[in-house]
């Protein structure tokens, strides 16, 4: 929660639908900015000229800083030099106003000019410093930018909001030998003679302050000229020979935009550089787009496949921001989905072009599409474009349903258009609106008038309410009839919940093809078929809504599954749904474990992942039953995954595609966790020869699952393989290797372990950014879920101060200490431990943790009998139910 505005605030704010921004009296034209940091205080000295244009009678001018000490202000105005007689900050919406004593003349142009000392933080927010060991074991700094979304002002006092676009001028005084780099090229470095360098920039396009960047440091770089300007891939030294991935798909990816939407990449250069203390994954500043090591550097030597496509999709996301968002931005933080949401979508396409073989559509149904699904069935959701009117607010709306549900939705539409259509209609949009800022019903206008169709009133519905529906399928002769009601994993929507009607697109499939134009947003539909024996709804999955289907059509429609009539998207959709249902109550968990058992012949990864991702939830929500239940699970998955594993075996040869090396892992871990004993062979035999020195005895397709299954099957609990893994971290070579060895270290329940992993994520040998990580691997078990737990309530006031509320990594490190609770009791636990603390910050993480586990809590309690039943008749052999 905010504080309530104090008395100087007044004037300092506006307060315009809600929102809290800064008066329109003065507009920003353009900062000249002058730099430089000290690594041996850790503060940086800077100077600011703002070029005003005075658009309202006032005699104040209010911006944004935050940790900054200004130490000097004046304001030159037609010939005149005036200085403030008062200056007043409001901690709490951290401003700066200043106030003159005479009127400023309207329509005057006016230069506001700031001396300041700023922090280079460790925050990893605005001007920070970021660490890194050398190649001789020291430690060495560099400095670097993170601006998005308002922490501009922790760099240099200025008008925080995307709406504000300016140009800028960038100068940074720095050591001689030190790299320096902004959002453009360098217009004139000149040699101060007292060992340091002044590095001018030349001027940037408008621009939102959240894009500013620059970054002072000992890199180096590798480059290609395979595009029409200059791309290069900066690191720390040892490291830029892992560039050439990112460096290749760079090039491809700003020549096939530029074709895309008809607009040229408008700056004259791309650095793209690998920070290693970095908050989120990578970040769009214009043309200098920032990353974490492990998203930005490829060894083809020791990276599994998810590494590489994850690098892949990493960098065609930030690409794609150079227009959307960069180009053309929302006009304030609620229409962050049109930033986030299009650059989802569009990396999809493009890599579907680039990679046909890794058939990125069918993936996304158990990617974006299931995580969408997952945090929009929760009551504590949010719609697509929520009103956001404080600056605590906006870090928490960076998740699954500005990013994932978004780019669902343009998946939608851009279905229903035709995707020849929709990308015509987002290159109007870009053209009308090239370095200005909209709103979401711009882009649904351009949309509207490529297609002639009314998209504004089909998609409104979508962005501006909560949830999403589940379609309810009955059948009556040739006629099926359709209801759509609001969808709540916690199965209890009360009556007010249930009032949106949204717009559905049918999809309809059936022997003749697939019918996109049949839509409905009423309560009900009945639609007529010509032959009832086969169909199904929401074709390839393309749609944002759950389906209930009778036990009869599910039952057709899972022998449909061994046909060419449903498409993979089609099968993975039926079991989501399936799962789903089953969660919040529609279906029996029985049901769904029936469905799961009769896809053993399947052979698509993307369907098997989202067996395994189901099945898993099962075991997640039951995590805290009886003993015996849980090894009927397990028994269950094992039986499930281990005859694929045995048929797939554990080697990779260089025949092997990406999906099939997916789906060898896949099939590896599931067996492996779950007790195969030839896969905990294979994986113990692996380790051993990795302990004994050899570090390529594990196919990096393998690794993690090979360090799980030798933690929980070792000796003493894994005692002296927790070394090895440690060791393993400690010496990697690479922040991959090092990465994995971390997020697997968890796995091991010994106690012992346990405690040692969780003193490791608070230890200076981890760096905040990868708190999360060790903590990760601890969940998978109870032993470790309540372990986690005490240890987030006993370092509490120590992981506020290492991830601030206003870093949205906070929020993910609550729900991961919390929501892998199953029942009310410990949802009471949290709410009681939580009462007297100041949420801000993660409140909307916290509530969607206890939603979480409010429906797993409903779950296993309508279906505990349902499921122990199943498993006494259905695994005979072992059980000992």
Known sequence: MCRHLGEEASGSVDITQGREVLPTNVKPLHYDVELEPNFEDFTFDGTVAIELDIKEASKDISLNSLEIDIKDTKLEIEGKTLTPSSHNYNEDTQTDKFTFDEELPVGKKATLTLKFVGQLNDKMAG???????????ETKYLATTQMEPTDARRSVPCFDQPD???????????????????????????????????????????????????IVGDLRYKETNAFRV??????????????DFSLDIAARTLAFYEKAFGVDYPLPKMDMVAIPDFSAGAMENWGLVTYRVVDLLYDPKTASVDRKQRIAEVVQHELAHQWFGNLVTMDFWEGLWLNEGFATWMSWYSMNEFYPNWKVWENYVVDNLAAALSLDGLRSSHPIEVPVKRVSEINQIFDSISYSKGSSILRMISKYLGEDVFIKGVRAYLKKHAYGNTKTTDLWAALSEASGKDVEGAMATWTKKIGYPVVTV???????????NRYLKTSDVKPEEDETLWPIFVGLKTKEGVNEDVTFDSRE????????????????????????????????????????????EDRAGILGDAGALAQSGYQTTSSLLDLLSGFKD???????AEISARAGAIKSAWLFEKQEVRDGLKQFQRELMAPLAHKLGWEFTEKDDELTQQLKSLAFSGAGFNGDPKVVEAAMAMFKKLAEGDLDAVHPNLRGP???????????????????????????????????????LGRSKNPENIKKTLALALSSEVKDQDIYQPISGIRAHREGTEALWTWFKENYDLLIKKLPPGLSMLGSVVSMCTNNFTSQEQAQEVAEFFKDKDTKGFDRALAQSLDSIAAKASWVSRDRGNVEEW???????????
């Open 127 to 137: 001007f920070y410093r970021s660490s890194y060991k050398d190649q001789n074991g």
């Open 164 to 214: 504000l676009k300016s140009t800028w001028t960038v100068t940074l005084i720095a050591d001689k030998n030190l790299t320096c780099l902004s959002n453009m090229d360098v217009k004139e470095e000149k040699d101060l003679g007292n060992g340091k360098k002044s590095v001018s920039f030349n001027k940037t396009p408008p621009m939102s302050t959240y894009l500013l960047a620059f």
């Open 230 to 243: 200059p791309i290069r891939v900066y690191a720390t030294p040892g490291n830029e020979q892992y560039a």
């Open 474 to 484: 009955t059948e009556d002769g040739n006629k099926i009839h359709l209801k759509q």
């Open 525 to 568: 539909s009945t639609i007529e078929l010509k032959d009832p024996e086969f169909f199904k709804i929401n074709a390839d999955q393309s749609a944002v809504y759950r389906t209930l289907y009778s036990p009869e059509r599910l039952k057709k429609l899972g022998e449909a599954a061994k046909t060419d009539l449903l498409s993979t």
């Open 602 to 608: 399947e052979n698509s990864y993307v369907v098997w």
């Open 706 to 744: 090979v360090y799980g299954i030798a933690l929980q099957n070792g000796e003493n609990d894994g005692e002296k393989e927790w070394d090895v893994v440690y060791n393993v971290f400690k010496n990697g070579r690479n922040n991959d290797e090092k990465n994995t060895a971390l997020r697997w």
């Open 871 to 881: 498993l006494k008749k259905e695994l005979k052999a072992e059980s000992k139910l």
